[in-house]
Nanobody
Framework: QVQFVESGGGLVQAGGSLRLSCAAS????????IGWYRQAPGKQRELVAG????????INADSVKGRFTISRDNAKTTVYLQMNNLKPEDTAVYLC??????????????????WGQGTQVTVSS
């Protein structure tokens, strides 16, 4: 079992920045990929960024390229999402998730087994 706890969300004005953290505990060595998802009211859960635990390879959604950066600490137990130049459309609950099966960063939520509770990000215009 793996547990994720997200933190760092809040209210920020458009153009501002936030850094989200995802702290993992438990059998973290079993996780191949960690993804940051977001879900806005009435919308589907969307993969924002992902990172391979083995290689460090990262991907970003087109909607956040050039603004968001995913990274991890050396112990590989915490994954960060640096969010710059935030826009009102970035408002959502942000969740991290772990995929213990795929070595490729998958965008579909059904690939991810372990999920955190999420942290709210609200961007005002």
């Amino acid at each position: 079992q793996v547990q994720f706890v997200e933190s760092g969300g809040g209210l920020v004005q458009a153009g501002g920045s936030l850094r989200l953290s995802c702290a993992a505990s438990g059998s973290t060595s079993s996780i191949n990929v960690i993804g940051w998802y977001r879900q806005a009211p009435g919308k589907q859960r969307e993969l924002v960024a992902g990172i391979s635990s083995k290689s460090g390879l990262t991907i970003n959604a087109d909607s956040v390229k050039g603004r968001f950066t995913i990274s991890r600490d050396n112990a590989k137990t915490t994954v960060y999402l640096q969010m710059n130049n935030l826009k009102p459309e970035d408002t959502a609950v942000y969740l991290c998730a772990g995929d213990p099966h795929s070595y490729i960063i998958m965008k579909y939520p059904t690939n991810y087994v372990y999920w955190g509770q999420g942290t709210q990000v609200t961007v005002s215009s």
